[in-house]
């Protein structure tokens, strides 16, 4: 096989499972031919024959980061909520009162493809600057066929304009829009199924996700549209037991679901059910932080039973406010517990299981994509703990330094 580039040099946090942290290689060499690893190992066992070499100096090498779980397509802005927060309001207070993705559906039905585009490119840029090197976008703030169309176009767009991958979710289950206030099994039936339809047709979702919630869609809902998704071909993810249990995270490991997120008040039973399916728990902790949840996940019973958990920024104008991976991996280790190497895997191994592509991305090893992460740093958790800090040297996407 030809080789086009070995990288050598390097100290490989390589990810992959096994009896060494990270899956480190302290002296090692990276082979790439067109996007695909093609060899990884010891420097002193690399091949002989490339087509061109690059040392890193002894620098730090992981997987390219990903971020699996945001609502980076919107329009129109809600910071008012956070003062509302501060008074004493409740989010889901806010959003009776019309506030919350009521507000932020409003904006983004009056902005087109181009400007959504344009506003998650900024949004990207920032994760970019972190290592991370694929995304997963909802729609979910259009709630009519054309809207959530246009979301999931956009988040495409958006993709091609940065140079990362980015995998949409068509979210049309996310909030009972004012014009179906009082019918949300017709929302159900009129717009979110046709939906499934058109966009697995069109091939503008990869999954199909939604809100399973008493301020959101029942257990019987979410069914439904379960059953349409897996019609359609499309793999379902669920926002599940956020605010309360409804069985959303033992609804979704039915389905054989890609993850079930949030999960901070999934019981016993949800626990079992994810871990028989393998569905991964998608923690995102920025949203615990700034609705001020106090009930936190069950990590430690997670752990136990082998459920992977990712970690994600669960960026959007409202609920998580925020465009930093590395920071959302410090929260999960101060606020829920996690080690830092789970963190680590929460942002590359157990993220791309969260979006299907463990058999592409997410660890270092060969027949995966040649998606890497360089840093300037001492150790794995520098990465994790500082706050603000963006120790990237580069990324090499498909391959290709960016």
Not at 3 to 28: C, F, K, Q
Not at 243 to 253: E, P, W
Not at 278 to 305: D, H, N
Request: hydrophobic letters at 40%; glycine letters at 10%.
């Amino acid at each position: 096989m030809r080789i086009d580039t070995l990288i050598t040099d390097a100290r490989i946090a390589s990810m992959v499972p096994g009896d060494t942290p990270y899956g480190v290689i302290e002296d090692g060499a990276i082979a790439i031919s067109g996007n695909t690893i093609s060899w990884v190992g010891e420097r002193r066992d690399a091949p002989t024959a490339f087509e061109n070499a690059h040392s890193l100096e002894g620098r730090w090498v992981t997987p390219a980061l990903i971020d699996c779980h945001t609502h980076l397509v919107f329009a129109g802005d809600r910071s008012d909520e956070y003062e509302r927060r501060l008074a004493g309001e409740s989010y889901a207070e806010i959003a009776k009162s019309g506030g919350g993705i009521a507000k932020t559906v409003e904006a983004t039905r009056q902005a087109n493809s181009a400007q959504l585009a344009a506003a998650a490119l900024r949004r990207l840029e920032a994760l970019a600057e972190e290592g991370v090197g694929t995304v997963e976008i909802k729609s979910g703030y259009g709630l009519t066929i054309d809207s959530e169309l246009t979301m999931l176009k956009a988040a495409r767009g958006a993709g091609i304009a940065s140079g990362m991958r980015v995998s949409p979710t068509l979210l049309a289950a996310h909030s009972i829009p004012r014009e179906y206030q009082g019918r949300s099994g017709a929302y159900i039936d009129e717009v979110c199924i046709p939906l499934v339809r058109q966009a697995a047709q069109e091939g503008l979702a990869d999954a199909v996700d939604a809100y399973c919630e008493g301020i959101a869609f029942s257990p019987e809902e979410t069914r439904r549209l379960f059953i349409a998704a897996k019609a359609a071909g499309l793999p379902v993810k669920l926002h599940a037991d956020q605010l309360s249990d409804t069985g959303g995270a033992r609804l979704v490991a039915e389905f054989g679901g890609l993850s079930a997120d949030h999960v901070e008040y999934t019981s016993e039973e949800g626990l079992q059910a994810m871990a028989n399916a393998g569905t991964v728990a998608v923690i995102l902790p920025g949203a615990f932080y700034s609705i001020s949840e106090t009930q936190k996940p069950p990590v430690a019973r997670m752990r136990e039973l082998g459920i992977p958990m990712a970690v994600s920024t669960d960026s959007n104008p409202g609920s998580s406010p925020m465009v930093s991976l590395l920071t959302a991996a410090n929260m999960a280790c101060t606020l829920f517990g996690f080690t830092v190497e789970e963190a680590v895997a929460g942002m590359t191994r157990e993220a791309a299981r969260a979006l299907g592509l463990q058999d592409k991305l997410g660890t270092i090893e060969t027949g995966k994509i040649a998606d890497l992460a360089v840093w300037d740093i001492e150790r794995p958790a520098e990465l994790v703990q500082w706050i603000g800090r963006r120790p990237l040297h580069g990324r090499i996407l498909e391959g290709e330094w960016v």
